[in-house]
């Protein structure tokens, strides 16, 4: 059973942070490239970063200078540290596993976490 289980979302100013977490099945971890997307009211699922399972990162536009994902394979956890926080990175952001099989590669995804950036 693969599991996405992510934590770490809420209410916060603009100009905070936050930091959200998304804890793997140890089955998936090691063989998956990790993200975490964003879907805001009325808008499309977007990618706001992705890491590799060699540690390379692809971050968008929007979140770059502000944003950091990091893996911690020992704990089978990504992090998402969010850093001066506006109002248009409100949104349900989403844990993504792209796990890859000699069969080929698979998508999964956690339960989402409320962001929710407002004074």
Sequence with gaps: QVQLVESGGGLVQPGGSLRLSCAASRSIFS??????????PGKERELVVA???GGN????????????ISR?????????????LKPEDTAVYYC???????????????QGTQ???SS
Excluded: C, E, H, P
């Design 31 to 40: 063989s998956s490239a990790m993200g975490w997307y964003r879907q805001a």
């Design 51 to 53: 890491i590799t399972r």
């Design 57 to 68: 990162t692809n971050y968008a536009d929007a979140v770059k200078g502000r944003f950091t």
């Design 72 to 84: 911690d394979n020992a704990q089978n956890t990504v992090y998402l540290q969010m850093n001066s």
């Design 96 to 110: 993504n596993a792209k796990v890859y099989r000699t069969s080929g590669i698979y998508d999964y995804w956690g």
């Design 115 to 117: 962001v929710t950036v």
